[in-house]
C-alpha cells in the first residue's frame, strides 16, 4: 500500500501537511523504517537541547517525544477499531492536556526513544494483522471519517513533520 493511493477524503484536512511529507512510500515498510531514521536524529541531537523550548509556552523535545508516543497510541487504537468493524464515532483527546500529565520533559531521553520503539512495534504487529480489505475501512474520529490506511501514513506523517520542527526550531 502506497502513500501517493491515499485519498484526501480519507482523512481530515487537518492531517494534509503530515500526508505532504509522503511521498511514495509503503505503509508497513515506512513504519518500520521511520521510527529508526527518527531515533538515529534524535540521538545525534545535543543533550542540551532536549529540554530546551524555542519560546515560552512550547514544549521541549523530550515533550514532544512523549506526544509522538501518545498520539501514536491513539490513531492505532482508532486504526485497530475501525479495522475491526466498530464503527462507533470516537471522540478526540486533548494533546496539551495529555502533555502537561505526561511530563515528558521529566524523562529521559533512552527511556522515550525505548517507549517509542516499542509502541512503533507493536503498531507493526497490529497492521500487518489488516487484509486489503481493512485498510480501506473507514470510521469517525474526531467527528471526521477517517480510514484504516490514513491513519498509518499520519502516524508517519506526523512523526516528520516533528521532526521537521526540530530541524527548524530547536537546532
Given at each position: 500500500m502506497n502513500s501517493n493511493q491515499l485519498l484526501p477524503n480519507e482523512y481530515a484536512a487537518f492531517y494534509a501537511p503530515y500526508v505532504a511529507t509522503l511521498d511514495n512510500v509503503l505503509l508497513l515498510e515506512e513504519l518500520e523504517i521511520s521510527v529508526h531514521r527518527l531515533r538515529n536524529f534524535v540521538q545525534d541531537i545535543p543533550m542540551d537541547k532536549y529540554d530546551y523550548s524555542y519560546a515560552k509556552g512550547k514544549w521541549t523535545i523530550k515533550d514532544i517525544l512523549q506526544h509522538l508516543i501518545d498520539?501514536?497510541?491513539?490513531?492505532?487504537?482508532?486504526?485497530?477499531?475501525?479495522?475491526?468493524?466498530?464503527?462507533?464515532?470516537?471522540?478526540?483527546?486533548?494533546?496539551?492536556?495529555?502533555?502537561?500529565?505526561?511530563?515528558?520533559?521529566?524523562?529521559?531521553?533512552?527511556?522515550?526513544?525505548?517507549?517509542?520503539?516499542?509502541?512503533?512495534?507493536?503498531?507493526?504487529?497490529?497492521?500487518?494483522?489488516?487484509?486489503?480489505?481493512?485498510?480501506?475501512?473507514?470510521?469517525?474520529?474526531?467527528?471526521?471519517?477517517?480510514?484504516?490506511?490514513?491513519?498509518?501514513?499520519?502516524?508517519?506523517?506526523?512523526?516528520?513533520?516533528?521532526?521537521?520542527v526540530f530541524q527548524e526550531r530547536y537546532l
Open positions: 498520539s501514536e497510541r491513539v490513531f492505532a487504537y482508532r486504526a485497530m477499531r475501525f479495522a475491526r468493524k466498530d464503527f462507533t464515532p470516537l471522540p478526540g483527546f486533548e494533546e496539551n492536556q495529555y502533555a502537561d500529565v505526561a511530563e515528558g520533559s521529566k524523562r529521559s531521553i533512552r527511556d522515550l526513544l525505548t517507549e517509542l520503539a516499542i509502541v512503533r512495534e507493536a503498531t507493526l504487529c497490529l497492521f500487518r494483522t489488516f487484509s486489503d480489505e481493512a485498510f480501506q475501512l473507514i470510521g469517525t474520529a474526531s467527528g471526521r471519517e477517517m480510514s484504516v490506511r490514513a491513519l498509518g501514513f499520519i502516524i508517519i506523517g506526523h512523526q516528520n513533520h516533528h521532526q521537521n
